[in-house]
């Protein structure tokens, strides 16, 4: 469904992403975690066509991003971290606007229906300025789901928001996930856990583990380490391999 | 993807654009009151200059006010000597009356010496015919004084005491009149083809939110991952941009229309501002895209309006004052568009070249990941990338020509700031052969620098760099040239001349730069050894070129 095959990028002179090579298979939820700066949101901009690889591909569904852009990137919901909008517009016509943009048919009923699966119906004659963060993180989900695409693409979905939207949220993600594709990156280990099938983590631009939770934290058990938490393993892989504290 | 599908897509992007410049009371505000105050301003001007007879205070340029002379007596020494000492003066003498000059505004009006004005024997009456613009009203005052100064003159003498009088004769008092209301040629020639070009640069705020704003905003990602091409995204806001412009434009020429002064071409005006607007919101969306802040935005725009503002006054003033008039300028083809007779095309063309080239570079800079972040690509990252990339000899070759007007515009400044400080401080036979030096000193180094920094960012071959050094100075040389051939074709230079100058200079800077980039990939002793060489070239054929300009 997705794969990076060994997509490396640059800016100038600095290698953000260096040699990143996985599949994601269909239907699967996959997490990219890691510190600050390690790649994490270029990896998502890359898959988007937002940016383009300096070398390797980027494949989703046997479409290479760079080349089939328009075709890909219509396949693809896309959350950005921040959840910026039109601020003068209402979250109905923001919602009318990208239907416009993707050919949504009977776009009006549709975007109806994103709006009451956010929660947002009744604010949707309402500026997005008045917005608080959540709301706007939910009509950013809403924007992403409007087409109906395969693939579900989350940059840090619940960073910033109060623990109850986050879990609102989180619920959220998860029930459009059932049906799709999903890749996501967080800081939140305990959502990565929650929500994704497998785990990748990125260190200064490398892949540097992939596997499902368990597997990651079996992989630190080989090590020494008794009844790893994936913090645990994220400090392991991120931190260059510190001591087991629990051992 | 189908046309009708991109246009749609365009669309739906430049009304989302126009909804959101609408739909901020700021801009609507600031529309009312600027329209509002035309419209008071407007009758107020019309009727004060309705009767064409302004005046402003005369420059003390020589030659600044062109005047026909017709002698028919033979017998006006004194009066003709006392208009030749004025320096605002410039004296054109015509065997029959110059009607037609007058008319197409080569002379401000002509002195008429009849063949019965005897200075030696009483003298008599001089006519002088005066036309239509400001010029006009300052010979007249010219004139004045000089036949006061003449009686004064005379009558210290004894015997001869002439009586000198002047008949004034405005060719047209006023250029068009409407049922009650008469328009000055200042009026329809000059204030209201400014009035005009006002909408053009009420727009800087919509433009940076349009493009800063939205970079700054974050707001362009989402934009960005929709199957919107960066193509589309840039036209559609540039569409929504222009044409909320082009509504002021429209509005404001309507109306001057309803006021009931006569434009005598109105579809030619719009047309012309449309172009202008055009130009203006690409170039203008390019700097706001390229900004890393509102405020740098603001800045850039307005470092941009104010040359362009300055530009149409230029134009407009030269265009009244002097006839110079090309029709290729905006305001100078307005201005013809308002009075009547224009080829507005020549105009438009350029105008929408210009904008056409600013929305390509606005979408390639919006390909660029950095905007992303809301920074942007250094010049020396975009000099390295094109140094790294592509072909050896290729990327020396553009490296070379893309430096060349740095290398220019520098080494120009430098050799001015030297010449104006060594001219000061030394006797000029100290001053001028070091100033020869000294100038072939700085442009032989800064046409070198690119290629050092080929040599520093890449592994050349002798070949590539030695391109890189020829495309350097050949740039450098061109601009030169452009310049020479601008200059000759002001001021009515010889363009054979030009040719053979610029080829000579040509050569030298060919062959002084590719001994001086020989200089700096060899090591060693030979690198200032060559590179003096290269300067001492360069100094030896500035001294011949020196010497032949003083002979000739």
Same mark, same amino acid.
């Given at each position: 469904?997705?794969?990076?095959?060994?997509?490396?990028?640059?800016?100038?002179?600095?290698?953000?992403?260096?040699?990143?090579?996985?599949?994601?298979?269909?239907?699967?939820?996959?997490?990219?975690?890691?510190?600050?700066?390690?790649?994490?949101?270029?990896?998502?901009?890359?898959?988007? $066509?937002?940016?383009?690889?300096?070398?390797?591909?980027?494949?989703?569904?046997?479409?290479?991003?760079?080349?089939?852009?328009?075709?890909?990137?219509?396949?693809?919901?896309?959350?950005?971290?921040?959840?910026?909008?039109?601020?003068?517009?209402?979250?109905?016509? !923001? !919602?009318?606007?990208?239907?416009?943009?993707?050919?949504?048919?009977?776009?009006?009923?549709?975007?109806?229906?994103?709006?009451?699966?956010?929660?947002?119906?009744?604010?949707?004659?309402?500026?997005?300025?008045?917005?608080?963060?959540?709301?706007?993180?939910?009509?950013?989900?809403?924007?992403?789901?409007?087409?109906?695409?395969?693939?579900?693409?989350?940059?840090?979905?619940?960073?910033?928001?109060?623990?109850?939207?986050?879990?609102?949220?989180?619920?959220?993600?998860?029930?459009?996930?059932?049906?799709?594709?999903?890749? !996501?990156?967080?800081?939140?280990?305990?959502?990565?856990?929650?929500?994704?099938?497998?785990? $990748?983590?990125?260190? $200064?631009?490398?892949?540097?583990?992939?596997?499902?939770?368990?597997?990651?934290?079996?992989?630190?058990?080989?090590?020494?380490?008794?009844?790893?938490?994936?913090?645990?393993?994220?400090?392991?892989?991120?931190?260059?391999?510190?001591?087991?504290? $629990?051992? | 993807?189908?046309?009708?599908?991109?246009?749609?897509?365009?669309?739906?992007?430049?009304?989302?654009?126009?909804?959101?410049?609408?739909?901020?009371?700021?801009?609507?505000?600031?529309?009312?009151?600027?329209?509002?105050?035309?419209?008071?301003?407007?009758?107020?001007?019309?009727?004060?200059?309705?009767?064409?007879?302004?005046?402003?205070? +005369?420059?003390?340029?020589?030659?600044?006010?062109?005047?026909?002379?017709?002698?028919?007596?033979?017998?006006?020494?004194?009066?003709?000597?006392?208009?030749?000492?004025?320096?605002?003066?410039?004296?054109?003498?015509?065997?029959?009356?110059?009607?037609?000059?007058?008319?197409?505004?080569?002379?401000?009006?002509?002195?008429?010496?009849?063949?019965?004005?005897?200075?030696?024997?009483?003298?008599?009456?001089?006519?002088? +015919?005066?036309?239509?613009?400001?010029?006009?009203?300052?010979?007249?005052?010219?004139?004045?004084?000089? +036949?006061?100064?003449?009686?004064?003159?005379?009558?210290?003498?004894?015997?001869?005491?002439?009586?000198?009088?002047?008949?004034?004769?405005?060719?047209?008092?006023?250029?068009?009149?409407?049922?009650?209301?008469?328009?000055?040629?200042?009026?329809?020639?000059?204030?209201?083809?400014?009035?005009?070009?006002?909408?053009?640069?009420?727009?800087?705020?919509?433009?940076?939110?349009?493009?800063?704003?939205?970079?700054?905003?974050?707001?362009?990602?989402?934009?960005?991952?929709?199957?919107?091409?960066?193509?589309?995204?840039?036209?559609?806001?540039?569409?929504?941009?222009?044409?909320?412009?082009?509504?002021?434009?429209?509005?404001?020429?309507?109306?001057?229309?309803?006021?009931?002064?006569?434009? &005598?071409?109105?579809?030619?005006?719009?047309?012309?501002?449309? &172009?202008?607007?055009?130009?203006?919101?690409?170039?203008?969306?390019?700097?706001?895209?390229?900004?890393?802040?509102?405020?740098?935005?603001?800045?850039?725009?307005? %470092?941009?309006?104010?040359?362009?503002?300055?530009?149409?006054?230029?134009?407009?003033?030269?265009?009244?004052?002097?006839?110079?008039?090309?029709?290729?300028?905006?305001?100078?083809?307005?201005?013809?568009?308002?009075?009547?007779?224009?080829?507005?095309?020549?105009?438009?063309?350029?105008?929408?070249?210009?904008?056409?080239?600013?929305?390509?570079?606005?979408?390639?800079?919006?390909?660029?990941?950095?905007?992303?972040? =809301?920074?942007?690509?250094?010049?020396?990252?975009?000099?390295?990338? +094109?140094?790294?990339?592509?072909?050896?000899?290729?990327? =020396?070759?553009?490296?070379?020509?893309?430096?060349?007007?740095?290398?220019?515009?520098?080494?120009?400044?430098?050799?001015?700031?030297?010449?104006?400080?060594?001219?000061?401080?030394?006797?000029?036979?100290?001053?001028?052969?070091?100033?020869?030096?000294?100038?072939?000193?700085?442009?032989?180094?800064?046409?070198? %620098?690119?290629?050092?920094?080929?040599?520093?960012?890449?592994?050349?071959?002798?070949?590539?760099?030695?391109?890189?050094?020829?495309?350097?100075?050949?740039?450098?040389?061109?601009?030169?040239?452009?310049?020479?051939?601008?200059?000759?074709?002001?001021?009515?230079?010889?363009?054979?001349?030009?040719?053979?100058?610029?080829?000579?200079?040509?050569?030298?800077?060919?062959?002084?730069?590719?001994?001086?980039?020989?200089?700096?990939?060899?090591?060693?002793?030979?690198?200032?050894?060559?590179?003096?060489?290269?300067?001492?070239?360069?100094?030896?054929?500035?001294?011949?070129?020196?010497?032949?300009?003083?002979?000739?």
């Amino acid at each position: 469904m997705i794969v990076f095959e060994r997509v490396t990028k640059r800016f100038g002179g600095v290698t953000v992403l260096q040699e990143l090579d996985f599949r994601v298979a269909e239907g699967e939820v996959f997490g990219l975690l890691g510190e600050n700066g390690a790649g994490k949101t270029t990896a998502l901009r890359l898959l988007c $066509g937002v940016l383009k690889p300096t070398s390797g591909r980027v494949l989703v569904r046997g479409l290479e991003v760079s080349t089939r852009t328009r075709e890909v990137r219509r396949m693809i919901g896309y959350l950005p971290e921040e959840p910026s909008m039109y601020e003068r517009m209402s979250a109905r016509e !923001l !919602l009318h606007f990208f239907a416009g943009l993707y050919d949504v048919e009977e776009a009006e009923e549709r975007a109806e229906r994103m709006l009451e699966l956010v929660g947002l119906a009744e604010r949707a004659d309402s500026k997005i300025s008045t917005f608080s963060k959540g709301m706007r993180q939910r009509l950013s989900i809403a924007r992403a789901l409007l087409h109906e695409p395969p693939v579900l693409v989350l940059d840090e979905p619940t960073s910033g928001l109060d623990p109850l939207s986050a879990r609102q949220l989180r619920r959220l993600i998860a029930e459009m996930s059932a049906s799709r594709t999903v890749m !996501l990156c967080t800081h939140h280990l305990q959502e990565a856990e929650e929500l994704c099938h497998r785990i $990748g983590i990125l260190h $200064g631009g490398r892949l540097v583990a992939v596997g499902t939770p368990e597997e990651l934290k079996a992989g630190l058990e080989e090590h020494g380490w008794s009844s790893p938490t994936l913090e645990d393993v994220f400090v392991w892989y991120t931190g260059g391999g510190v001591a087991n504290p $629990g051992g | 993807m189908c046309g009708t599908r991109v246009v749609v897509l365009l669309i739906r992007v430049a009304e989302r654009e126009l909804r959101e410049l609408l739909g901020c009371r700021r801009y609507l505000l600031a529309f009312a009151v600027q329209t509002l105050l035309l419209l008071a301003l407007l009758p107020a001007f019309s009727s004060l200059l309705s009767e064409g007879g302004a005046t402003v205070p +005369v420059p003390a340029l020589r030659g600044f006010i062109p005047v026909g002379v017709v002698d028919m007596s033979g017998d006006a020494e004194l009066l003709l000597s006392q208009l030749s000492s004025r320096e605002e003066l410039s004296l054109r003498f015509y065997s029959a009356v110059p009607e037609e000059e007058l008319r197409r505004g080569k002379i401000a009006g002509y002195l008429l010496v009849p063949p019965a004005y005897r200075e030696s024997s009483g003298g008599g009456s001089v006519v002088l +015919v005066l036309g239509n613009s400001l010029k006009a009203g300052m010979l007249q005052k010219a004139v004045e004084d000089s +036949v006061t100064a003449l009686r004064s003159e005379l009558r210290g003498r004894a015997g001869a005491y002439p009586q000198i009088e002047v008949v004034r004769k405005f060719r047209r008092e006023v250029v068009v009149q409407v049922e009650d209301r008469r328009y000055s040629s200042f009026f329809l020639g000059y204030l209201i083809p400014l009035v005009l070009f006002f909408p053009l640069f009420m727009t800087g705020g919509a433009v940076v939110d349009a493009t800063t704003g939205e970079k700054l905003r974050r707001t362009l990602e989402p934009l960005l991952a929709s199957p919107l091409s960066r193509g589309e995204i840039v036209a559609g806001k540039f569409l929504a941009l222009w044409g909320f412009t082009g509504m002021q434009c429209t509005i404001w020429l309507g109306l001057v229309m309803l006021m009931d002064i006569p434009v &005598a071409e109105p579809g030619s005006v719009l047309l012309v501002l449309l &172009a202008a607007a055009a130009s203006l919101t690409a170039s203008g969306m390019l700097l706001g895209m390229l900004a890393k802040s509102v405020k740098e935005a603001n800045l850039a725009l307005m %470092l941009l309006y104010i040359p362009a503002f300055i530009g149409v006054l230029y134009t407009l003033t030269a265009g009244f004052f002097t006839g110079f008039s090309p029709s290729v300028l905006p305001a100078a083809a307005v201005a013809q568009a308002v009075s009547g007779g224009t080829e507005a095309w020549k105009a438009v063309l350029p105008q929408l070249g210009i904008a056409a080239l600013s929305l390509v570079t606005c979408r390639w800079v919006l390909g660029r990941e950095e905007v992303l972040s =809301g920074s942007r690509p250094s010049a020396v990252q975009l000099l390295r990338e +094109v140094a790294l990339g592509g072909a050896e000899a290729g990327a =020396g070759v553009k490296l070379g020509l893309l430096l060349a007007p740095f290398s220019f515009t520098t080494a120009m400044l430098l050799e001015l700031l030297a010449a104006f400080t060594m001219l000061h401080l030394l006797p000029r036979t100290v001053a001028l052969p070091l100033l020869v030096l000294l100038s072939a000193l700085a442009e032989e180094m800064l046409k070198l %620098l690119p290629v050092a920094l080929f040599l520093r960012w890449r592994r050349a071959s002798a070949g590539s760099v030695l391109a890189c050094a020829l495309s350097s100075a050949a740039g450098f040389s061109a601009i030169e040239t452009a310049l020479a051939i601008a200059g000759a074709a002001l001021l009515g230079g010889s363009f054979s001349t030009v040719a053979a100058g610029r080829f000579l200079t040509l050569s030298m800077h060919l062959l002084a730069t590719s001994v001086a980039a020989l200089g700096l990939m060899r090591g060693g002793c030979l690198r200032p050894a060559l590179i003096s060489a290269a300067v001492l070239l360069h100094s030896a054929f500035n001294i011949m070129l020196l010497g032949a300009v003083l002979w000739v």
